[in-house]
């Protein structure tokens, strides 16, 4: 009998002590969204590595750094989705196309982040231009959404703008701004998006290898440095990885090229709050198209 009691006490403090953990990350993750810029999926510089390179954009490309859509040459699209520290109520999903035409490359995003309970929806369109043979430059508009349960919805419009120089054939370096107007959410405007800047660096030290670095500041947090590479081990088998300093966050990736189709499966893992995995999909829709020439 004591036993059995000792077992029921030690289930019980158990089922509290998640109880309590999982009600904690919630109460997080809503204030970080109030006041704060859509919560970006962890793999986000995983997904952010080929934008700064010749060989290695894809469809997600145009979310990190809207210049890069300016060198699209064929219809993309691309899903993500990702179950944040293994919760369903931190579920993170982004879509995102990229139709290019003789003008410029165009790009559309939806992102969800969230549950019924409490989610922030974000829909995009972007355009992304050559000004010439080296440098790029790109903007978006954002629709943002909030809601949360017995408390009602707000939205706000806000931008962001980048710009992308080629270097060299190989080196390339940007800068990326979001929301640098900050806006804000609800009648009194007491909550508003954050401000992010960011510069980055990709250099492909050969065809199957890209190495690169992401420097961002975002308002009101530690600066985040973030080294990443890309390698391509096979013709159709890539793998990637990286680390994001500011939150103590790893990620890694193996990818599957197979004609048109592109699959990727993605792990992280935070120090403290454990892993989050992920899977990406891409696709190549149409031959390329030839952009017209200033």
């Known amino acids: 009998m004591l036993f ?100 410029g490359g165009f790009g559309l995003t939806a992102r969800y982040f969230g549950s019924e309970h409490f989610n922030h929806a974000q829909f995009g369109i972007g355009f992304g231009k050559k000004l010439g043979s080296k440098i790029d430059f790109g903007i978006q508009f954002n629709y943002n959404s909030i809601k949360q349960a017995g408390y009602g919805s707000s939205s706000v419009i806000n931008v962001e703008a980048g710009t992308i120089l080629h270097l060299t ?74 680390i994001a300093t500011g939150t103590g966050n790893y990620f890694c990736g193996l990818g599957v090229q197979w004609k048109i189709c592109r699959v990727d499966i993605i792990t992280n893992w935070h120090t403290q709050l454990g892993f989050t995995p992920a899977i990406m999909l891409l696709f190549n829709l149409h031959e390329p198209v030839q952009q017209k020439k200033d």
Request: proline content about 3%; some cysteine; glycine content about 8%.
């Open 169 to 242: 054939e190989k080196l390339q370096m940007g800068i990326h701004v979001c929301n640098p107007a900050g806006g804000k959410f609800g009648k009194s405007n007491s909550e508003k998006l954050a401000s992010v800047y960011t510069a980055v660096f990709g250099y492909e030290v050969s065809d199957k290898l890209l190495i690169g670095a992401e420097i961002s500041k975002q308002e009101d947090q530690p600066v985040n440095m973030i080294p990443v590479m890309q390698y391509d081990f096979a013709k159709q088998f890539f793998a990637r990885l990286g």
């Open 4 to 103: 059995r009691n000792r077992r029921c006490n030690f289930l019980f403090q158990n089922l509290s002590l998640k109880i309590v953990n999982n009600t904690l990350l919630l109460l997080l993750a809503s204030h970080a969204m109030f006041g704060q810029a859509l919560q970006p999926s962890l793999s986000a510089p995983y997904t952010g590595i080929g934008v700064y390179s010749k060989n290695f954009t894809d469809a997600f490309s145009g979310m990190v750094n809207q210049a890069a859509l300016a060198q699209a040459t064929a219809a993309a699209a691309g899903v993500y989705g990702e179950r944040r520290f293994m919760l369903k109520e931190l579920s993170n999903y982004t879509v995102a196309v990229v139709l290019p035409s003789k003008l």
